[in-house]
């Protein structure tokens, strides 16, 4: 197949989240609370300028199919909003404080894990199937994670929750599949800045000092605007004229990168029982991903309203 714009857009976010850690890593003298808290709130001003300037017909269309719903799909929408909301930002806080206090390869492997624990939920929450290579591929999943557990427990259990609560946070989204996901992403990032802002000594962030903080503003800034909502519209994007099991493959882009990233920037070293579990980690998923001779939807990795809420 010819590679298409819509190939370059996917490669690009991809990339683009691939070198997430680059930034953030600059920022690793700042608590993490005081990261969330103002990569959330610039975020949702970035966000709602780019709503209200340019996409007032998603939001009316979300606002007439909240109107227009039955009582309980209005409790389900905003329930599974608030939730989403809370698993996005609990996401975002122990990534940041993965990334910057424990390793990159932490990291990356949560984002490798996740579309299969995303698989495990919608099987054991939503009653999807799983093929029988799925399954297998699960399994060596879990064996990676327990060579991981032998040489350090705690980091492999920050990985597991890193992927959990994007897993969890993406089941949500898959029930509210049918509303724009940009609108609900904003009513999400709108609910975490009302839980932040009276959280905010809890968490170690200070709204004053870091409204007056010029380098705190400029690279958060960076990261809400360049490595959370343009790739997100690249993503998007791609999705409109590729396949979601092509951009899931293409999504594997990511992780690899922050491995690489990680022992060739950041100057990590892996262990032999790492080496090993990194290794069946990759074939799992090729195994995951591997074509069925009956493609069910209900089967893939990560749907396509998943993949447009995929915001690092």
């Known amino acids: 197949m010819k590679p298409s714009r819509f190939h370059t857009a996917a490669l690009a976010a991809y ?10 890593r600059l920022l690793t003298g700042y608590a993490s609370g005081q990261i969330l808290y103002f990569r959330v ?11 209200l300037l340019g996409r007032r017909g998603a939001l009316q269309q979300t606002w007439q199919q909240y109107r227009t719903a039955v009582p309980t799909e209005r409790r389900r929408m905003l329930g599974l909003t608030a939730l989403g909301g809370m698993l996005l930002t609990i996401n975002w ?11 990159v390869q932490a990291g990356s492997f949560a984002y490798l894990l996740c579309p299969i624990l995303t698989a495990v939920l919608g099987w054991a ?20 994670c327990g060579l991981l557990a032998t040489g350090n427990l705690q980091t492999v259990g920050m990985s597991l929750l890193v992927a959990l609560s994007y897993a969890s946070y993406l089941i949500t989204q898959r029930v509210l599949r049918h509303y724009d996901k940009l609108v609900l992403l904003g009513l999400q990032l709108l609910l975490a800045t009302a839980v932040l802002v009276p959280l905010a000594g809890p968490l170690g962030a200070d709204p004053v000092a870091g409204f007056a903080d010029t380098r705190l503003l400029l690279i ?36 690899l990168v922050s491995f690489l990233l990680a022992f060739l920037y950041f100057g990590e070293s ?12 990759v074939i799992s998923v090729l195994l995951y991903n591997w ?6 939807v209900t089967t893939e990795a990560l749907t396509e309203a998943e993949q447009a809420t995929r915001v690092a």
């Open 15 to 24: 990339l683009i989240w691939g070198f997430f850690p680059i930034p953030l």
């Open 41 to 51: 709130v610039l975020a949702l001003l970035l966000l709602a300028a780019i709503l």
């Open 93 to 103: 806080l122990l990534f940041i404080y993965v990334v910057n206090h424990v390793s």
């Open 125 to 144: 929450l939503l009653g999807e199937r799983l093929r029988p290579v799925q399954g297998a591929a699960i399994a060596i999943s879990l064996v990676s």
């Open 220 to 255: 958060v800034g960076l990261l809400s605007a360049g490595f959370t909502v343009l790739p997100l519209f690249l993503n998007l994007f791609a999705l409109g004229g590729l396949s979601s099991g092509t951009v899931g493959i293409l999504m594997y882009l990511n992780p």
């Open 270 to 281: 892996a262990a032999a029982n790492q080496v090993i579990a990194y290794g069946l980690i």
């Open 291 to 296: 074509p069925a001779k009956r493609q069910l």
